[in-house]
């Protein structure tokens, strides 16, 4: 691997898997970061992702530097710009600067949610790809979260009980309107391993981008899509069409223990933060099927995969 962006940079999704499992098993049996930096660069907030990052890095002997890139010299983006605003820095110089004081750089910047195609050009991502001398880690970009999603392959891989397990990844209400990286990338990802039968149920108007979920894999019907499923995925995302669009009419697409009865005793995962008793109740939330706490666990392990493979 020379970065990590996507399914697409993961050619074998159960080598890395396996790998993550031997982290978990042996956290500090491998050292390929001695003497070595890891540098994680956020545009947004973060609990998870910042935290399992460092510890990933840390357990493999890396030294790792974290920088609130939202506090910092604005970064501008676009090429020839004439920089007489309140951008101070180009990517150009910020990539490069960064590169001589890392071996890895780790990025999270999220979408607009205002420009689709801007959005799912993933500019800020490809810059630092672009003008970076050492491989880029996306701690999520505009359109995917890679990390998470190897952590819920992770996750599946561990507790399915049967060889291919329904997997129904599903929208549920939200009061702020939310990018659809988690989703898009969880799809893609379960689509690239391609051990599961997914499944993704949202409310009209609210499909992804069919690149990640084709319409034969989309239902609207969520109570259909929960019969006999072994894992229910929830998460919000706002609309792709009418792009960044969001709806307080909720509807009945919050999970509950109702609704899970209609499943084959599925679990429960989220990716967190999640909102309780917006997105899914109390009982599902704190109940022994909910893997909400395990697959945070799993973001170091996953994390130490990654890293350990670039470093
Ligand atoms: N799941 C996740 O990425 O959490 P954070 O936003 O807290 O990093």
């Excluded at 898997?17 to 042996?26: G, L, Q, R, T, V």
Aim: glycine content about 6%; overall charge negative.
């Amino acid at each position: 691997m020379t970065q990590f962006l996507s399914a697409n940079d993961a050619p074998d999704i159960n080598a890395l898997i396996n790998s993550a499992k031997a982290f978990k098993a042996d956290p500090f049996g491998q050292q390929p970061g001695r003497q070595k930096m890891v540098i994680n660069l956020f545009f947004n907030s973060s609990l998870r992702t910042r935290m399992s990052t460092e510890k990933a890095a840390r357990q493999l002997g890396a030294d790792v530097i974290t920088y609130d890139a939202s506090g910092g010299w604005g970064i501008e983006f676009a090429d020839g710009s004439v920089m007489n605003g309140n951008t101070a820095e180009h990517v150009r110089e910020a990539a490069g600067v960064l590169s001589q004081y890392c071996d890895v750089l780790c990025v999270r910047s999220f979408p607009s949610l205002e420009d689709r195609a801007a959005d799912y050009e993933d500019r800020v991502m490809k810059s630092f790809v672009k003008y970076a001398t050492v491989p880029v880690v996306s701690l999520e970009s505009a359109t995917r979260h890679p990390l998470q999603s190897l952590t819920d392959c992770l996750t599946i891989a561990e507790h399915r009980t049967v060889a291919r397990p329904k997997v129904v990844l599903t929208w549920a209400p939200h009061p702020r309107r939310l990018p659809q990286c988690v989703s898009n990338s969880f799809a893609e990802w379960m689509r690239a391993w391609g051990e599961v039968d997914l499944i993704v149920a949202n409310p009209p108007g609210f499909n992804l981008a069919p690149a990640f979920a084709p319409k034969n894999i989309v239902t609207h019907d969520q109570r259909a899509a929960f019969a006999g499923a072994d894992f229910i995925y929830a998460k919000n995302w706002s609309a792709y069409d009418e792009y960044g669009a969001t709806t307080t009419n909720f509807g009945d697409w919050m999970i509950d223990e109702e609704k899970m009865t209609l499943t084959n005793n599925a679990y429960f995962m989220h990716c967190l933060p999640v909102r309780r008793n917006v997105v899914v109740s109390d009982g599902v939330l704190d109940g022994d099927r909910s893997l909400v706490l395990q697959q945070a666990n799993n973001r170091t392990w996953a994390a130490q995969a990654v890293l350990a493979s670039l470093l």
